[in-house]
């Protein structure tokens, strides 16, 4: 969650919060060169992060549903914060919520889901992607609303597009939010990896490969080659970067027993 | 290897076309002297779409490195796994690479800094062709760490 603590402006909000969709929310990134220090440096800061549980794949209930496990994080955040729910005044977040095993084909929403939530304009709102109405009908609190950004792709889109934001003055205080979860079924097996052909930027190379860490594995044999290394010699890089990750209390791992 | 059809859209169609003709022709901005690919809409050094044009160049290049695909999500690919993926880097054209699955190489056989030669395969669905890459020699290597 990032908020303006230093020179808030006053800023008058509509009615209805201000959506900025993927293409308007890429306009916050500052993807340009030559652009110098940013001019907000040290007017905003990161004040609170919060977390779900994690789980190698959905077990059908409400209650680990993804936008039980959203609206949790957004609270843990916020309880981090220390901040009243009524303060916070933005929402950026990303609205695809699997990339890799899609919801199934005509499987309905499950009943005790419906039960739970309120339901948004799409039916799988909640259980397979997450939009900011589904997320305010079912966050009471949060009264006061009136910025949302839909930021392009991952997590650190959101939060960078948040952070310019608020440095802007479009909100003060802004929840960034990435939910993902998979469900059942082998991960991208579907969509544009199983047509026979394949446009756009894939050509040059998912196509060739398929997995994005392809180019790692080639910039890591580079390596190898030029420093006349072995790939053995890794290991107690792996090992130190494993004990790392366990450290991570909301880790996969952490919470599921790592093999030893 | 059977691969995906790349379909053509309006900032590759002639590098597509060229491939048809067992041609392989790169992006080139006149106002910056250097070649670029992917192809894109305008240079991505100057900014300037109208000075780019396409330049046929030699199918000679450098294998820089590659890596193994042992699980791919790419349904076409997955019959031929493992595979080696290899970047190839062009010998005519300076920072321009292009990948390639060397074919007639064994996975996990690919002889970093070998030359490589052009070729040009044909892909199932449509049938439009793809630059590809082939080991100058014997086509395998001792590299496999």
Known sequence: ?260 | MPKQSPIPDELDRAFYAAANEERLVIQHCAGCDRYQHPPKASCAECGAADRLSWREVEGKGTIYSYTVVYDTPVVCLQPDQPFNVALIDLDDCPGISMLSHLPGTPAGRVPIGAPVRLIFEVTPATGQKVPEWRVVGSGTGTSGS
């Not at chain 1, 939910?179 to 756009?200: C, E, I, L």
Request: aromatic share 10%; with cysteine.
């Open chain 1, 1 to 260: 969650m990032a908020s303006r603590r230093l020179g808030y402006r006053d800023f008058r909000f509509m009615t209805a919060p201000a959506v900025y969709e993927p293409a308007a929310a890429a306009s916050l990134l500052r993807t340009a060169e030559g652009l110098g220090l940013w001019p907000y440096r040290g007017q905003v800061a990161a004040v609170g992060i919060g977390h779900s549980p994690t789980m190698r794949r959905w077990d059908g209930r409400p209650e680990t549903s993804i936008g039980a496990w959203s609206i949790m994080a957004i609270r843990n955040a916020i309880d981090d914060a220390g901040v009243p729910p009524d303060q916070v005044d933005g929402l950026a977040l990303v609205a695809p919520t699997s990339s890799a095993s899609p919801w199934p084909a005509d499987a309905p929403v499950p009943d005790g889901f419906l039960a739970m939530f309120a339901a948004g304009s799409h039916p799988l709102d909640g259980v397979a992607r997450l939009s900011p109405e589904w997320l305010l009908k079912n966050m009471p609190e949060l009264t006061n609303v009136k910025f949302v950004l839909i930021a392009p792709q991952c997590m650190s889109m959101a939060l960078a597009a948040a952070i310019e934001a608020v440095g802007r003055g479009l909100t003060g205080t802004c929840i960034a939010l990435k939910a993902w979860h998979n469900f059942s079924g082998r991960y991208r097996q579907s969509g544009a990896n199983a047509r026979p052909t394949v446009s756009g930027t894939a050509k040059y190379g998912t196509a060739w490969a398929g997995p994005g860490c392809y180019r790692t594995a080639m910039q890591f044999q580079r390596y190898l080659h030029k420093y006349g290394k072995t790939k053995d010699m890794m290991a107690p890089f792996v090992v130190n970067s494993r004990r790392n990750g366990l450290l991570f209390p909301e880790g996969y791992w952490a919470q599921h027993g790592p093999r030893r």
